[in-house]
């Protein structure tokens, strides 16, 4: 069964509005998820990693004060996407580790397909 | 640099045998995974390898060469729901994941 939940599965908004998706480990403690963003026929690319009580780290060329990311416990991470765009439409997937991330592999939520009108 | 190469697409026959290449160039190593990701949604985790050799997982296996920078993925007795994107990805020294572009594999009946 899925140990990552992730909601909603797809969003669709207007531009300018602002979405939250929430990613869920599940019968686990992740002090440490990645959310990562897919744009049709590319791979993952890592947006941010997300640790519980301190702030996310976020790759370069993510917008921090666009994309937030809150770890408000140890089985929630969320993302919200403020004042989205059309260009902000794309697969959102969060992940996190079973074990410690540096010796498990990641277990990916069902992804979140936003499209921004 | 940091640099993770598949083919981009293969095609093969339901019930045979196919053998998804990825190489590799990165900043230290500790560990290749596989993940299959179907159309619209998230990867799944298919095979860790972190020391040479042959790890085999029912019709699916990874084989791993450190020296060569070298990995690929076994898919025995193909079935049409095998239809997928296969994705490479090595974790670094730094425990950071790099992901290759993913090999889009189409199974014919």
């Known amino acids: 069964g899925a140990v990552v939940s992730q909601h909603p599965s797809w969003v669709i908004c207007k531009s300018g509005t602002s979405v939250k998706i929430e990613c869920r480990s599940l019968d686990f403690q992740a002090t440490t998820m990645f959310w990562y963003r897919q744009f049709p026929k590319q791979s993952l690319m890592l947006m941010a990693t997300?640790?519980?009580?301190?702030?996310?780290?976020?790759e370069q060329g993510v917008e921090k004060d666009k994309f937030l990311i809150n770890h408000a416990s140890l089985t929630l991470s969320t993302l919200t996407v403020t004042s989205a765009h059309p260009e902000d439409s794309s697969f959102y997937i969060c992940s996190a580790a079973l074990g410690g991330f540096d010796s498990s592999p990641l277990h990916f939520g069902n992804g979140t397909r936003l499209t921004v009108t | 640099g940091q640099n993770i190469d598949q083919p981009t697409e293969m095609t093969a026959t339901e019930g045979a045998i196919v053998q998804i290449n990825c190489t590799y160039q990165?900043?230290?190593?500790?560990?290749l995974f596989w993940y299959q990701q179907h159309a619209g949604e998230a990867p799944t985790f298919l095979s860790y390898n972190v020391l040479d050799g042959l790890e085999e997982k029912g019709r699916f296996s990874s084989f791993l060469s450190r020296s060569k920078g070298y990995s690929y993925l076994l898919l025995k007795e193909l079935q049409m729901k095998d239809s997928a994107s296969y994705l490479c990805?090595?974790?670094?020294?730094?425990?950071?994941?790099?992901w290759g572009a993913g090999t889009k594999l189409i199974i014919k009946p």
């Open positions: 990805a090595v974790r670094e020294s730094n425990y950071q994941l790099i």
């Open positions: 997300s640790n519980e009580g301190s702030k996310a780290t976020y």
């Open positions: 990165t900043s230290g190593f500790n560990g």
